[in-house]
């Protein structure tokens, strides 16, 4: 989310989420939500969030830290539009997306190349590190491994390790459910923030 402001991105997220029904959202998201407290308990990416309502106030379980802006924009949008649609388990391309080739820039620079750059050479890593955070290998590529980010969107990381003739090469797909959940923006620069993770999980 580089290209955009955060500050405004996330006081926008705010006030939709303030004007959401919170029982409807935490169904649609299949989040947990006391209604005493108005607090949301959200999975994303091995670790539990609470998210409190309307104010939209975000806190990891277990940590002190403010979180990032981006966990708290994405955390905020998920729970604000995700729908009752669930994952259908078939795996399409970011151009499948909505406006998919607005964002293909966006999403080479955030997602694929970060994929490639950090386990093109590693692919063993880039498993151990998905079945850390509750994935599964997937038939796709050379190898490659699915992980629930969040309750309602896996996303799949592919890789085509290089050889003495080509470089390794790689890609992230989508379940084809993900746009009833998040917009496409978001789905560009979400894989980068299942990387990060992987890659402090690989240790590398």
């Not at 308990?41 to 975000?58: E, H, M, N, S």
């Not at 924009?73 to 499948?96: D, T």
Request: charged share 20%; hydrophobic share 45%; aromatic share 10%.
């Amino acid at each position: 989310m580089a290209w955009m402001n955060l500050q405004p991105a996330l006081a926008q997220a705010r006030l939709a989420f303030a004007a959401r029904d919170a029982q409807a959202m935490a169904d649609n998201a299949a989040a947990a939500y006391r209604p005493e407290t108005g607090e949301f308990t959200v999975a994303f990416l091995g670790d539990r969030y609470q998210v409190f309502y309307p104010g939209g106030g975000i806190k990891k379980i277990g940590a002190e830290r403010e979180e990032p802006l981006e966990i708290q924009v994405v955390l905020l949008h998920y729970l604000g539009q995700a729908g009752p649609a669930r994952p259908e388990n078939r795996w399409i391309s970011f151009k499948e997306l909505p406006g998919g080739s607005i964002y293909t820039g966006p999403f080479t620079n955030r997602s694929i190349l970060p994929l490639v750059g950090i386990f093109g050479n590693r692919p063993d890593e880039l498993v151990r590190a998905g079945l850390l955070l509750g994935g599964k290998r997937e038939q796709a590529g050379d190898v490659a491994v699915s992980i629930p980010v969040l309750p309602k969107i896996p996303l799949a990381f592919v890789l085509w390790p290089g050889d003495d003739e080509f470089p390794p090469s790689g890609n992230v797909l989508f379940d084809a459910s993900a746009p009833r959940h998040l917009p496409t923006e978001d789905y560009a620069w979400l894989p980068g923030l299942a990387l990060a993770k992987m890659k402090s999980l690989a240790g590398i």
